[in-house]
């Protein structure tokens, strides 16, 4: 068989045309799979990105409340603490907590005195200083320190003696530096 030449072959391809457009077709959807093929690979690239994305949603939903609760339970601690705090403007509030120890533990406060708050700086928070002086036995002193550091305001002890108030007694005197934190 012999070459042929495009002048040929245009008759045949009018005389076999049911043939012609059959060839044409398949040539042009082997191009488009081959072009749909290329694009599988990207698009499952996307499909995966598409995927992550929905599951991080997914996790976010399931978890908001339990962050919302998580939050709510934050707020309800930061507003029991700021409740705690003492304010340096209500003396008899404050001078009041030391008495209230008091009656709890027996011991006597014989001398209370509220210093000068320092000015602090750029914090939310002040320290208010208190020198204090108590009477009472060993077991009653011990209760009240047991009650200023694990009471609900916040106290920092500076300074601490422990005296014999007198000889052959069972009377112990307890002069306290202390400062309550308080709000500015």
Known sequence: MSAMS??????????YLFGTVCSVLSLLL???IWILWQDVHTLE????ERTQEGQA????LV?????????????????????????ESKLEENVGYFYQ???????EVVYLRPQNADPGGDSDYKTIPFTLQL????????SYLLALETGPKFV??????????????DKLSLSLDLKLLGKR
Do not use: C, D, W
């Open 6 to 15: 495009s002048g040929e072959l245009v008759p045949l391809m009018r005389r």
């Open 30 to 32: 082997i191009a488009a």
């Open 45 to 48: 690239a996307l499909n995966h």
């Open 57 to 60: 949603v997914l996790s976010t």
């Open 63 to 87: 978890s908001g409340p339990l962050i919302r609760q998580e939050l709510a339970r934050a707020q309800e601690v930061v507003q029991r603490i700021e409740s705690n705090l003492v304010i």
């Open 101 to 107: 120890i008091q009656s709890r533990t027996h011991a």
């Open 135 to 142: 009477v009472g036995t060993y077991e009653q002193l011990a």
């Open 156 to 169: 920092q002890i500076k300074f601490f003696s422990f005296r014999r108030r007198e000889t052959g007694s």
